[in-house]
């Protein structure tokens, strides 16, 4: 059958809409992608997204109104990969929205309670594509005791896991974050936990050296030289030598922590971001190595697997794995969220549990998402 999975990310840059063919369930669900495309959000939506964001600025008729509004943004963006596709969106099985993170609170403050908002209303998107939507995926995993994140590992579980060759999933947005597949895994056996930083302090030296966004292709770190007395001291962070499950955030890489580095410091800008991207590099690897045997494929995904500097610093530091990225799998890096969405959405619609508890902690399997009919 064909569904719609919808994605809506931390980086804002609009909405991941992927159209698949999917069929089965569970361990046995496959699904074949037939057009991703990428709705971008206007300035004016992502300014509106952003106020909404911060406690500062933020109001509950903003956050009331903005529902509706992501609803009908994502209920577009599904007619519109409709389109693109040759079909009609009552063609469509079900649409599975993650929705746009507005807060994510599995740890609460004091007085506070643990929860987790995804904005994006179902019904909206129900009406404007006459189409059953699954949405909602983090609440029940919460409710059952886990951080309700990451939501993923079961996707990468059904798609991934080989009886040839152990995997970790590496993916590495702002911050890296890893999920293991042992060889011929159940499961249970799957692990996640956050890396370390990914593009988070090469973005912020590329800010405050160049004014870019990011050090696109890898070409700044290339034409510098890792200092490899500042990396040494750099790779002593107390978060390298925690234990997983362990998760972090901007908390302590962000702004601050590199604007701490440049106070300590002094390299010329492409040194800066040779040892950088050598810090994401190096940090993943010993991250992941205590559970890589020998001939582990280490599948690189998000915004980092498009920075070949990075990729060839990974490599250089895992001689026993094989560094690919999505792309070199047959698959895609940038459509593997919406994807994962049609996955959980399957399950949902089955009645079938889709967390998974060693990733996220929650005390037991549980199903995941809310259902609104169309009819
Ligand atoms: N062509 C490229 N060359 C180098 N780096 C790139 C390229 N394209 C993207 N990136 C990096 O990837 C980042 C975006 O990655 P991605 O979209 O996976 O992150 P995100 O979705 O914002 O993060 P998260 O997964 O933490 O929510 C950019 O900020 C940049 O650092
Ligand atoms: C609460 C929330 O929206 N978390 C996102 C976010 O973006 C990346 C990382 O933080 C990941 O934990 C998660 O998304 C993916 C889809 C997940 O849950 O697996």
């Known amino acids: 059958m064909l569904a719609v999975g919808l994605m809506s990310g931390t980086s804002l840059d609009g909405v991941d809409a992927a159209l698949v063919e999917i069929s089965g369930v569970s361990e046995n669900t496959t699904v074949t992608l037939k057009k991703f495309i990428t709705v971008p959000f206007t300035a004016a939506q992502k300014a509106r997204i952003q106020k909404e964001l911060a406690n500062a600025t933020s109001s509950v008729e903003g956050l009331c109104s903005l529902d509706f509004a992501l609803g009908e943004a994502f209920g577009r ?3 519109a990969v409709c389109r693109e596709a040759g079909i009609a969106s009552t063609a469509l099985a079900f649409v599975a929205s993650h929705g746009q993170t507005l807060y994510h609170l599995p740890v609460a403050p004091a007085g506070e309670a643990r929860s987790t908002m995804q904005l994006g209303n179902a019904a909206v998107i129900t009406e404007i594509t006459h189409t059953t939507v699954v949405s909602d995926f983090r609440s029940r995993d919460l409710a059952a005791g886990g951080q309700g994140a990451p939501i993923v590992p079961y996707s990468e579980y059904v798609l991934y896991r080989s009886a040839a060759h152990p995997r970790i999933l590496q993916n590495i947005g702002g911050i890296g974050n890893a999920t293991v597949i042992k060889q011929n895994a159940r499961l249970e056996d799957l692990f996640a936990f956050d890396t370390g930083p990914g593009n988070m302090v090469i973005d912020e030296l ?74 994401t590099a190096q940090s993943i690897i010993a ?29 250089a530091a895992a ?4 560094v690919l990225t999505q792309e ?17 959405g399957n399950q949902t619609l089955h009645h079938l549990p889709s967390n998974v508890p060693s990733a996220t902690g929650a005390s037991r399997p549980v199903i995941l998402g809310s259902v609104t009919y169309y009819d």
């Open 328 to 344: 070199e799998l047959g698959m895609r890096s940038d459509a593997k969220e919406a994807i994962a969405m049609t996955i959980l």
């Open 206 to 279: 590329c800010r405050h050296f160049f004014h870019e966004e990011y050090d696109a292709g890898g070409k700044h770190a290339a034409a510098g030289h890792v200092n490899q007395a500042v990396l040494h001291a750099l790779l002593k962070h107390p978060y390298f030598a925690k234990q997983p499950p362990k998760t972090t955030g901007r908390e302590l890489f962000g702004k601050q922590y590199t604007a701490s580095l440049l106070k300590q410091y002094a390299l010329a800008p492409n040194d800066w971001l040779a040892t950088a991207t050598a810090l």
């Open 319 to 322: 001689p026993t794995m094989e």
């Open 287 to 315: 991250a992941v190595r205590p559970f890589a045997p020998a001939g582990t494929q280490l599948i690189v995904g998000g915004g980092g697997s498009y920075n070949p500097t990075l990729l060839k610093m990974m490599q």
């Open 77 to 79: 963006a599904v007619l």
